[in-house]
């Protein structure tokens, strides 16, 4: 069975340029997150996805950073301005239906950023 | 946002040794999971524990969910430098989307 697909796995990009990154999850699997880990910490939920609904995104600074799931399968993830502080791995996540709880996310390999 | 605390932050042992990570909160989680994470790689689910009071047993990994469901302990006995890894606890946000609320982790290093 196929993982959780995401791309670029490296970025470096200038403060205040844009960024994207994609997410293919495992198939069938309705729920999709997606979380920043900083290092030394651990992920931060930015946004969930039921299908293509936002379920979540309460932790998402919506100033700068936009998701989305348009068709319910993939998704990417915007930065736009990028500021320094976004440096981190973007990890994406799926999971059969996360609104049942207690269900395992499968993590992606995630996706490095690095602004200068 | 329930907040999950993990101590120690760092350890470092020799292999062969034992050895115990905590996860505690103030909250009451209906669950809680673990997960260990390899560098340049996503976390990867261990266990998942339910009930207040449940000890489950993988291999030579330990878990232990408090009778009250507000911590978590992970033992590892007889560590082998396989251990070496980012280990997290996660527990379910209190609101409608069950999203993981992650701790800070606890980095293990096991030495030859």
């Known amino acids: 069975e196929a993982g959780v697909a995401q791309s670029p796995r490296y970025k470096i990009i200038e403060k205040r340029q844009s960024v994207a990154f994609w997410c293919n999850p495992i198939?069938?699997?309705?729920?999709l997150y997606w979380y920043q880990q900083i290092l030394g910490q651990g992920p931060k939920l930015l946004i969930q996805?039921?299908?293509?609904?936002?379920?979540?995104d309460s932790q998402l600074p919506k100033d700068r950073f936009s998701a989305e799931r348009l068709k319910g399968v993939d998704s990417t993830l915007k930065i736009q301005p990028a500021k320094l502080e976004d440096s981190a791995v973007y990890l994406c996540?799926?999971?059969?239906?996360?609104?049942?709880?207690?269900?395992?996310?499968?993590f992606g390999e995630g996706s490095r950023l690095t602004v200068l | 946002t329930q907040l999950l605390e993990q101590s120690p932050q760092f350890l470092s042992i020799q292999e062969g040794e034992n050895l115990t990570v905590y996860c505690n909160s103030s909250?009451?989680?209906?669950?809680l999971q673990w997960y260990r994470q390899e560098p340049g790689e996503g976390p990867v689910l261990l266990v998942t524990?339910?009930?207040?009071?449940e000890v489950k047993k993988l291999k030579r990994l330990t878990f232990q969910f408090g009778d009250a469901r507000k911590d978590s302990s992970l033992h590892i006995t007889a560590a082998q430098p396989g251990d070496t890894g980012l280990y997290l606890c996660?527990?379910?946000?209190?609101?409608?989307?069950?999203?993981?609320?992650f701790g800070k982790g606890t980095s293990l290093l096991v030495t030859p």
């Open positions: 996540a799926s999971s059969l239906d996360g609104l049942l709880g207690t269900g395992e996310l499968f």
């Open positions: 909250s009451v989680f209906s669950s």
């Open positions: 198939s069938g699997h309705a729920t």
């Open positions: 524990v339910v009930t207040g009071g």
């Open positions: 996805f039921q299908n293509n609904g936002v379920v979540d």
């Open positions: 996660a527990g379910p946000h209190s609101n409608s989307g069950y999203a993981l609320n």
